[in-house]
């Protein structure tokens, strides 16, 4: 069973920083491409970047610019690095592992999100 726990998320005020951490409970994590993903309060969860094996990176259109997606495979972990932060950003952010970026197909069970709230 995998095991998936983010973390890092809290109340900033807009154009603060976050930095989100995402722990994976796979053995040969670094064969797996992963995704980030966010859901805001009645709307459907969307995929907001993506980093490969070999660490080629997508990201959605809306954080472009702004997020950085990076892993450290030593630690199976992801990360999201989010910068001038704006209120529509506020949502619940999510893991998974995934290759299908512009056709999400989030592979396991989700974990528990960590929230991320933008507000002044």
């Known amino acids: 069973q995998v095991h998936i726990v983010e973390s890092g998320g809290g109340l900033v005020q807009p154009g603060g920083s976050l930095r989100l951490s995402c722990a994976v409970s796979l053995n040969v994590f670094e064969i797996y491409d992963m995704a980030w993903y966010r859901q805001a309060p009645g709307k459907q969860r969307e995929l907001v970047a993506g980093?490969?094996?070999?660490?080629?990176?997508y990201y959605a259109d809306s954080v472009k610019g702004r997020f950085a997606i990076s892993r450290d495979n030593s630690q199976n972990t992801v990360y999201l690095q989010m910068n001038n932060l704006k209120p529509e950003d506020t949502a619940v952010y999510y893991c998974?592992?995934?290759?299908?970026?512009?056709?999400?197909?989030?592979?396991?069970?989700w974990g528990p999100g960590t929230q991320v709230t933008v507000s002044s």
């Open positions: 998974n592992v995934d290759s299908d970026w512009e056709a999400p197909k989030p592979r396991f069970s």
């Open positions: 980093i490969s094996m070999i660490h080629a990176v």
